[in-house]
């Protein structure tokens, strides 16, 4: 996997033939000329805060629209749209696990947040480029680090 070096924290890696299929990006992800974009959501799918809200703001109108066809969305799956206005030419809507006040993740919720990577990557087998925000520190489901190597352990079993 292509990493931004970072000394503070090590980082679980995937297995070195995934580097061709992988890579992190951080920026601007709604500037980006990829197939599809992965947009964390609500499950009632509506413009939301952050990312989500940058999603939509960027896509234009339509989206909220098209959006309001497909609700409800379950935690652990996702719903597609076009781009409308974004370069990418769908958006994945994704709802992942909300965690309850002890804002411990469960083994339900993490099983959640794989069906989430899962469907993603399900739905994305006739696109070549997949550009997907970090699902597991989205509302604050899991602190960054183990984050990140939830999601790298996610990705590594769904590759393989």
């Known amino acids: 996997m292509h990493e931004v070096e970072d000394h503070r924290h090590p980082i679980q890696t995937i297995d070195p033939s995934a580097n061709e299929r992988v890579a992190l990006f951080q920026g601007d992800i709604v500037t980006l000329h990829v197939d599809v974009t992965v947009n964390c959501a609500s499950s009632d799918l509506t413009v939301g805060h952050g990312v989500c809200q940058a ?3 960027a ?7 098209a959006c309001s ?11 597609v749209t076009a781009g409308f206005l974004l370069p990418s030419t769908a958006v994945f809507h994704v709802v992942g696990p909300r965690l309850d006040a002890s804002m411990i993740a469960s ?3 993490c099983e959640l947040l794989r069906q989430c990577y899962e469907h993603c990557l ?3 087998s006739y696109s070549r480029q ?13 602190p960054i680090l183990p984050a990140r190597q939830y999601e790298n352990s996610c990705l590594k079993t769904i590759l393989e």
């Open 69 to 79: 066809l497909l609700v409800p969305c379950d935690a652990g799956y996702a719903k």
């Open 55 to 57: 999603v939509h703001l």
């Open 107 to 109: 083994q339900h919720e």
């Open 122 to 124: 399900v739905l994305t």
């Open 59 to 65: 896509a234009g109108t339509d989206l909220l629209r």
């Open 130 to 142: 997949l550009l997907m925000e970090s699902m597991a520190s989205h509302r604050n489901l899991l």
